[in-house]
């Protein structure tokens, strides 16, 4: 029972949103006799002096309700009226003790309800401050907060049959239980040779995929009700799949590594194994230039453990008889069976008679015009050295360039193929890693509501066009960052109940949003971090979501190609659960969107991530917007180290003049400033240590003589080397002037901005790039 409202209370009170409130009280005696009716806006529930609708009688609803209370009551409505019984509703009957159930019996196709202890002082409530619903005829118990449907064992399905049988298929259909209704059934369980293969819906249909050719299988079904009780099992069938035939073409083919000396091919098994095991591949070959058709065979790879028999899911091979920059289009095709005439080796050799020994019935039964399939699709690969990915404290002149604003996802070209088109001026000026906006297909047009993750076709461009941008920018040497947002996503489809929550690639349902969600929707446990409202949060403590999260980032840096990742809203979940995915897909270099202004609290969250990510240093971005439209650079240098993480954690701090976000919100006081103020902060970032990020529109919508100036901060970087763990010394910082010495790998910079006159000492100085109140000075570089 629920704790009890104000008895005090002698009227109702009109609020908003009180569909999330206890019921009231009922009012006085004298006013209800003086009243007609009794008007409750705005809530679910309406205690009303008003005669109840009739209500469709097409069903009984029999309820056991189990409660402490003597002589408890229920107050509902009939699903489909407005109007609900008059408080306190209508008594439970309870013949028995304190334990026992009370039980009562409602027409009606469905009720939504609140129970009570009769007086009533005590409201019985659903998890959530809800009301409880049940939304179709039956036998139903309450107890501890939860409705369960009372269900007779379930029956058997009937008539199996195989519909269509392949080589490596068979397609199964059965009739539903008789005696069964519909709304019963949860789904089926089909068996193969005993064992579950499918546990599915309530489809009366089911292909086996993947079996042997000329092999003999028994299917049995048996159904499962909607409460997850499984039935006896139905009479059982036996199939024989057709002789063995071709395997299909190999699936993912791919690039793995280069270097000046080989080439690396990667690929996987055919979707489509033909009825046998596949045991063997056969690599071609062609230039680059020529027709796949010309294609030669240059290897051969055993698949098969011939000790175990066990089949690999994943092939590699090396291609060493490269030079460097020669190019080649590579194609793999499965067999079956290899025979000695594909051996490329004395030991290759042996392990083809070893194979040919212990090769099964279906394996021998395959034909020879069936023992090889077709070719995969072609991929090209280069001999030349692999793209370095940067990592957590390298001490590289790292610049990243924010590769996007908040309208990017309007430009009728593609914005794909308008930073493909941007790449080669990005190489010439020294950026090495591209900030892309979230890949996935998205509810909202810029990205950050997203649905299917593994669909990356979205406002951005095409899927292909975001796999041709990735390899342009690795051929020019930067390394592409994803934006993974993970704390949050929308659904694909509602469920049964008209919910938004069933999602698709990966497959959630309702139990991997957080119980606590603001939708109401959620099954699964509590946030572990901060609440959204517009899309349901993601139950991070889930087993299965942490192993999506992590398959999905993997596939985003081995198949599509980024090299490095940036975490939006990190604030939502778990730092530890941020610090588990950077680690399980190969510690990529990482940082975090944790918008605050506290450099204790943003150290705080880099301590929980154990060091693995770093974080958009925000108290540097207000301190150094401050400080430029002031002319006061005092807040500079604290305690002669520089302000924010950037002064205490150098390695782990991005420094940034403006992002997506503060570029057009009023929170932060609008745009950071003109086009001289913002070519003085970068010339700032860009010289000291951390990682620097530029914006796009400071990059490109400034103007060319604006780019021209960050061309050459940006190398200016790269000459001397300056990189994110560089040391600094600060020697002047206060009003009117900022200046400082930075050591590099290569050199040293030395460093001005404001008002102020000054200029480094010594001999040996040039000076390599200038601005409106700033000056940049370089003794040694490449």
């Given at each position: 029972a629920r704790p009890r409202l104000a008895a005090q209370a002698a009227k109702f009170s009109i609020r908003g949103h009180l569909a999330r409130l206890r019921p009231a009280p009922p009012p006085p005696p004298d006013a209800m006799q003086s009243r007609a009716e009794i008007t409750r806006k705005n809530s679910h529930s309406l205690l009303l002096g008003v005669e109840p609708e009739k209500p469709d009688t097409d069903g009984v609803i029999d309820l056991q309700y189990f409660t402490g209370w003597p002589k408890p009551y229920i107050h509902y409505r009939i699903l489909g009226t407005e109007v609900w019984t008059q408080v306190p509703g209508e008594p439970f009957s309870k013949s028995g003790g304190a334990d026992s159930a009370a039980t009562i019996k409602i027409n009606g196709k469905g009720i939504e309800f609140v129970c009570n202890d009769g007086v009533p002082t005590g409201w019985d409530k659903a998890p959530g401050d809800q009301n409880y619903k049940i939304e179709r005829p039956g036998r139903y118990t309450l107890k501890n907060g939860k409705i369960e449907q009372q269900l007779a064992p379930p029956k058997a399905p009937t008539l199996v049959?195989?519909?269509?049988?392949?080589?490596?298929?068979?397609?199964?259909?059965?009739?539903?239980?008789?005696?069964?209704?519909?709304?019963?059934?949860?789904?089926?369980?089909?068996?193969?040779?005993?064992?579950?293969?499918?546990?599915?819906?309530?489809?009366?249909?089911?292909?086996?995929?993947?079996?042997?050719?000329?092999?003999?299988?028994?299917y049995e079904v048996a159904t499962v009700n909607v409460q997850g009780t499984t039935s006896p099992k139905c009479l059982g069938i036996a199939v024989r799949t057709n002789m063995p035939g071709k395997p299909g073409p190999p699936a993912w083919l791919k690039i793995a590594t280069t270097s000046a000396k080989f080439i690396e091919l990667s690929w996987k098994a055919p979707l489509d194994l033909g009825g046998a095991s596949v045991t063997a591949y056969n690599i071609w070959r062609s230039l680059a230039d020529s027709h796949p058709s010309?294609?030669?065979?240059?290897?051969?790879?055993?698949?098969?453990?011939?000790?175990?028999?066990?089949?690999?899911?994943?092939?590699?091979?090396?291609?060493?008889?490269?030079?460097?920059?020669?190019?080649?289009?590579?194609?793999?095709?499965?067999?079956?069976?290899?025979?000695?005439?594909m051996a490329r080796s004395k030991s290759q050799a042996q392990l083809v008679e070893e194979l040919r020994k212990k090769a099964s019935n279906s394996l021998l039964s395959v034909d020879d015009e069936m023992n090889e399939g077709p070719r995969c699709d072609a991929v090209m690969g280069k001999a030349r050295p692999q793209l370095k990915a940067p990592r957590m404290g390298d001490v590289e002149p790292h610049i990243m360039l924010q590769c996007f604003n908040w309208d990017s996802c309007y430009n009728k070209s593609g914005w794909y193929k308008v930073l493909k088109g941007a790449v080669p001026k990005l190489k010439e000026a020294g950026i090495d890693m591209c900030w892309l906006p979230p890949p996935s297909t998205c509810v909202d047009d810029r990205g950050y509501l997203p649905s299917d993750w593994y669909n990356l076709n979205s406002k951005y461009g095409s899927d292909e066009d975001l796999r041709s941008l990735v390899k342009d920018m690795h051929d020019a040497g930067i390394s592409p960052v994803a934006d993974i947002v993970i704390n949050h996503r929308c659904a694909s489809k509602q469920d049964g109940n008209g919910k938004w929550t069933s999602f698709k690639n990966p497959d959630w349902e309702a139990w991997a949003i957080c119980n606590n969600d603001p939708s109401g929707t959620g099954q699964g446990a509590?946030?572990?971090?901060?609440?959204?409202?517009?899309?349901?949060?993601?139950?991070?403590?889930?087993?299965?979501?942490?192993?999506?999260?992590?398959?999905?980032?993997?596939?985003?840096?081995?198949?599509?190609?980024?090299?490095?990742?940036?975490?939006?809203?990190?604030?939502?979940?778990?730092?530890?659960?941020?610090?588990?995915?950077?680690?399980?897909?190969?510690?990529?270099?990482?940082?975090?969107?944790?918008?605050?202004?506290?450099?204790?609290?943003?150290?705080?969250?880099?301590?929980?991530?154990?060091?693995?990510?770093?974080?958009?240093d925000f108290p540097v971005y207000y301190t150094l917007k401050n400080a430029i439209h002031c002319n006061d650079f005092s807040g500079l240098s604290c305690g002669g180290k520089l302000p924010g993480v950037m002064g205490l954690d150098p390695v782990r701090s991005v420094t940034f003049v403006e992002n997506h976000d503060t570029s057009h919100l009023a929170v932060v006081g609008g745009k950071f400033g003109d086009n001289n103020q913002v070519c003085r902060a970068y010339a700032?970032?860009?010289?000291?240590?951390?990682?620097?990020?530029?914006?796009?529109?400071?990059?490109?919508?400034?103007?060319?003589?604006?780019?021209?100036?960050?061309?050459?901060?940006?190398?200016?970087?790269?000459?001397?080397?300056?990189?994110?763990?560089?040391?600094?010394?600060?020697?002047?910082?206060?009003?009117?002037?900022?200046?400082?010495?930075?050591?590099?790998?290569?050199?040293?910079?030395?460093?001005?901005?404001?008002?102020?006159?000054?200029?480094?000492?010594?001999?040996?100085?040039?000076?390599?790039?200038?601005?409106?109140?700033?000056?940049?000075?370089?003794?040694?570089?490449?």
């Open positions: 049959v195989a519909s269509e049988v392949g080589s490596n298929t068979v397609s199964l259909s059965w009739n539903p239980p008789e005696g069964m209704e519909p709304s019963e059934i949860g789904g089926y369980v089909v068996y193969r040779d005993g064992d579950v293969v499918h546990n599915g819906d309530a489809g009366l249909s089911w292909v086996d995929k993947g079996l042997k050719g000329n092999t003999e299988y028994s010309t294609a030669e065979l240059v290897g051969t790879v055993i698949a098969r453990d011939v000790e175990t028999g066990k089949d690999k899911d994943v092939m590699d091979w090396k291609d060493e008889d490269v030079t460097e920059g020669a190019q080649f289009l590579y194609q793999v095709s499965a067999v079956h069976l290899p025979d000695s005439s509590p946030s572990t971090g901060q609440n959204i409202e517009y899309a349901p949060d993601i139950d991070h403590t889930n087993k299965k979501v942490q192993d999506d999260c992590k398959a999905f980032i993997k596939w985003l840096m081995e198949d599509v190609g980024f090299r490095a990742i940036r975490l939006d809203f990190v604030l939502g979940y778990g730092a530890w659960f941020q610090e588990q995915y950077v680690r399980a897909v190969g510690h990529p270099y990482a940082v975090a969107e944790y918008w605050h202004g506290d450099v204790q609290v943003l150290r705080n969250y880099i301590n929980a991530t154990k060091g693995v990510v770093a974080v958009y700032f970032l860009l010289t000291h240590c951390g990682i620097p990020s530029i914006f796009w529109s400071d990059w490109s919508d400034r103007g060319d003589e604006v780019q021209k100036q960050l061309t050459a901060l940006c190398q200016v970087r790269k000459s001397i080397g300056v990189h994110c763990s560089s040391r600094v010394n600060i020697v002047a910082a206060h009003g009117g002037l900022f200046a400082s010495y930075v050591d590099g790998k290569h050199g040293t910079v030395a460093f001005k901005m404001g008002t102020g006159d000054w200029g480094p000492g010594g001999d040996g100085w040039v000076r390599k790039a200038c601005g409106h109140e700033y000056c940049v000075w370089t003794k040694g570089g490449l």
